[in-house]
């Protein structure tokens, strides 16, 4: 049974920083790619940082390049999210998902971190930043 654990979220100053961690089982993580999303009030989900590690393909939304990082450690099958100069608005909540990956298209680089790919999805941790 495909199972996500999300964990690490919490309260933090704005500048601040927190490390999700996406702990996976019943799959390897070298046959599927990990997604982390998130959830503002109000707002629809988005795609934050994805990764598929055997491909060597990672994602970031342009709003977290250069601050958040994600990270695979396929040994642990853990999913790690470094998020760094935190911002109030990255306060959501955030999710975990994975999809088995079938076949590398030409556009999946750009195209990873599409919503609808994902059908394993992991309960949400939540991360909130003050100003």
């Known amino acids: 049974e495909v199972q996500l654990q999300a964990s690490g979220g919490g309260l933090v100053q704005a500048g601040g920083s927190l490390r999700l961690s996406c702990a996976a089982s019943g799959f390897f993580l070298d046959d599927y790619a990990i997604g982390w999303f998130r959830q503002a009030p109000g707002k629809e989900r988005e795609g934050v940082s994805c990764i598929a590690s055997s491909a060597g393909i990672t994602y970031y939304t342009e709003s977290v390049k250069g601050r958040f990082t994600i990270a695979s450690d396929n040994a642990k099958n853990t999913v790690y999210l470094q998020m760094d100069s935190l911002k109030p608005e990255d306060t959501a909540v955030y999710y975990c998902?994975?999809?088995?990956?079938?076949?590398?298209?030409?556009?999946?680089?750009?195209?990873?971190?599409?919503?609808?790919?994902?059908?394993?999805w992991g309960q949400g941790t939540l991360v909130t930043v003050s100003s």
């Open positions: 998902a994975a999809h088995r990956i079938t076949y590398i298209y030409s556009d999946y680089a750009t195209t990873i971190c599409g919503r609808r790919l994902y059908n394993f």
